[in-house]
Nanobody, 127 residues
Framework: QVHVVESGGGLVQAGGSLRLSCAAS??????????MAWFRQAPGKRREFVAN??????DYADSVKGRFIMDREYGDKTVFLQMNDLKPGDTAVYYC????????????????????WGRGTQVTVSS
């Protein structure tokens, strides 16, 4: 069974940075066979896409493009989300997820396409 564990959240002032980590385990194939993704959920709002990664190609939500970077070491089952120039609107619980890559389509941005979730890590940005 696949598990993911997020870490690295915290309280930061607007304009600051945080680096989140997501460690995946239980994959039966090479780590490079799986898409990894970050989502976030603010109080009273739906969970929304932040970024995903297939091999070394990342895709970002417009709201974080240019500020967040998702990466990992090649073949490593741990991925990172470097968050720069944080804004109060980035306050949320951040969740990591993973799914086997569907090579016929781009990595998904849809919450419903992912079934493995961690407990999340809280990010709070003060103004």
């Amino acid at each position: 069974q696949v598990h993911v564990v997020e870490s690295g959240g915290g309280l930061v002032q607007a304009g600051g940075s945080l680096r989140l980590s997501c460690a995946a385990s239980g994959h039966t194939l090479s780590a490079n066979a799986y898409d990894m993704a970050w989502f976030r959920q603010a109080p009273g709002k739906r969970r929304e896409f932040v970024a995903n990664l297939r091999l070394n190609d990342a895709d970002y939500a417009d709201s974080v493009k240019g500020r967040f970077i998702m990466d990992r070491e090649y073949g490593d089952k741990t991925v990172f989300l470097q968050m720069n120039d944080l804004k109060p609107g980035d306050t949320a619980v951040y969740y990591c997820s993973t799914r086997l890559s569907d090579l016929w389509s781009s990595p998904s941005r849809l919450v419903g396409d992912y079934s493995t979730w961690g407990r999340g890590t809280q990010v709070t940005v003060s103004s």
